[in-house]
């Protein structure tokens, strides 16, 4: 006998992502079951409807600005607390930097996850980069950590106040 108890198996596929982005975008609002008739053939051109008919659909909308900006906060804030525990600085972010961040998500269709790999890729490096130098000339670090982004869209840092 086999049983599988209460477990759910989730599988995802960006099979009509663009109709529910164009359905979504720009504040418009669908219902589940509009989206899911949006999707149905989609789906039935790409799996053999008798596993269609086993499965439950559940359509998602891309995230909206908002919580990519909640989001983005979000990990520059984990990232402050990482400064303020292990270099005893504070990090000081612009509006700017978090709007940029949000429109790079909205670039490609990575959404959240792109934040992470922008962070990872672009700030991150150049902050070890700039921190190790000042250890590395003795200086004493600055009691903050202005990360901001410059006209070209390009990040900027700078030290505030004496260290």
């Known amino acids: 006998k086999v049983s599988f108890g209460s477990t759910v198996i989730l599988l995802t596929s960006n099979l009509g992502a663009e109709k529910v982005r164009d359905a979504t975008m720009d504040g418009k609002t669908a ?8 999707l149905w053939q989609d789906l039935c051109a790409h799996f053999k409807p008798a596993l269609l008919a086993r499965m439950t659909i559940a359509p998602y909308a891309a995230l909206s600005p ?3 900006k909640r989001i983005a906060h979000m990990k520059l804030d984990a990232l402050r607390a990482r400064l303020a525990a292990n270099n005893k600085v504070s990090l000081l972010y612009s509006d700017a930097l978090v709007e940029t961040l949000v429109d790079r998500c909205r670039e490609v269709d990575t959404g959240a996850r792109n934040i992470d790999h922008i962070l990872a890729a672009n700030v991150l490096p150049q902050l070890a980069q700039t921190l190790l130098e000042k250890m590395s000339e003795k200086d004493a670090l600055a009691p903050s950590i202005q ?7 390009e990040f900027t840092l700078s030290f505030a106040g004496r260290g």
């Open 147 to 153: 990360l901001d982004v410059d006209g070209n869209g």
């Open 31 to 38: 219902g589940e079951e509009d989206l899911k008739a949006l």
């Open 66 to 68: 908002d919580a990519l």
